[in-house]
């Protein structure tokens, strides 16, 4: 697997090093993986029933139609497959001098701020998402109270704002980062 220092589309300075990087947490699509392992569960299970003579299932459907509930297991892993890239096609990283947000597997819209430019940072958890450990960070950039990034469904978003936070924290009055990494 590649590294995110190599993806072409994050424009790294020669002393500028990533800190963090994430994407959406696995745990917002708990709910569409069990469905996608019931229905491979139900595919698989209806098969070995047609195709094992059972006193209870038709004879006619253990020879014309044995094979038809391989539908729900290709279902089930499609569907994993969609949500699971759905999740991955948004990447976030930190580093010493911007918040990058990408969007997109084909095409791609990225967004980045530099660390001078943020003013404030807020990280929000639901009850739900505190037993989780998940949350959303968001940044505000100066002169502007309106959202610039949201880093949405983040796990450990405590950490992960502290990581931020120090980041931006440590830009110097010129407006450069400071060399060393975090």
């Known amino acids: 697997m590649a590294s995110v220092e190599t993806a072409d589309w994050l424009h790294l300075t020669d002393d500028e090093e990533v800190i963090w990087d994430g994407h959406p ?3 917002t699509i708990g709910s569409d993986i069990l469905f996608s392992l019931a ?3 139900v595919g698989l299970g209806l098969t070995t029933a047609f195709l094992i003579p059972l006193d209870w299932v038709p004879e006619t459907l253990t020879e014309q139609w044995a ?3 391989l539908v729900f297991v290709v279902a089930g892993i499609v569907f994993f497959a969609i949500q699971y890239g759905m999740l991955r096609r948004t990447h976030y990283v930190i580093t010493t001098e911007e918040v990058y ?3 997109g597997l084909i095409s791609q819209d990225v967004l980045k701020i530099r660390h001078d430019r ?4 807020t990280c929000s958890q639901s009850a739900l998402e505190r037993l989780f450990s998940l ?3 968001t ?8 959202l610039e990034i949201l880093l949405t469904n983040v796990s450990q978003p405590q950490d992960v704002n502290g990581i931020l936070t120090e980041a931006f924290d440590s830009v110097n009055d010129d407006g450069q980062a400071d060399p060393q990494p975090l």
Do not use: C, H
């Open 25 to 27: 947490s696995l745990y």
């Open 39 to 41: 229905l491979i569960v």
């Open 67 to 69: 094979l038809l509930p």
């Open 101 to 103: 947000r990408k969007e």
């Open 118 to 121: 943020i003013q404030n940072t």
């Open 135 to 137: 949350g959303d960070i």
């Open 139 to 146: 940044i505000y950039t100066a002169g502007s109270d309106d």
